[in-house]
């Protein structure tokens, strides 16, 4: 999943079954710091969102098939959510990196 920022419709009069009824959006990636990167894309809408919203994309065929509850087929991105605000912590500290976190088992092997 990712992050991204919607920024416009997508109009097809003419598409595959799986497709009718559902909005199109066009979304760009962008960090937490709502940054854009990485390639523009289309993403079936399932969480009510428009242009300008802040929105978390699931970019997966079977998740998609999960979320829409329908058969795999030709839908692999899809919005899942509308997102209100991000945090992120300061990971500016000596000690604030992924190897000082603890795993969710509790058995994360020190760096070597």
């Not at 399932?46 to 829409?68: C, F, I, K, R, T």
């Amino acid at each position: 999943m990712f992050l991204a920022r919607v920024i416009g419709e997508v109009v097809a009069t003419v598409k595959h079954d799986h497709l009718g009824g559902r909005k199109l959006l066009l979304v760009q990636p962008v960090t937490p710091a709502d940054a854009a990167t990485g390639k523009v894309a289309i993403a079936v809408d399932a969480a009510d969102s428009g242009p300008g919203d802040l929105v978390l994309v699931a970019d997966e065929g079977n998740m998609a098939a999960q979320v829409l509850q329908c058969a795999r087929g030709p839908i692999r991105t899809v919005i899942v959510g509308v997102v209100d605000r991000v945090d992120v912590g300061d990971l500016s500290g000596p000690n604030r990196g992924p190897r000082d976190r603890p795993a969710r088992n509790g058995l994360r092997k020190s760096p070597s």
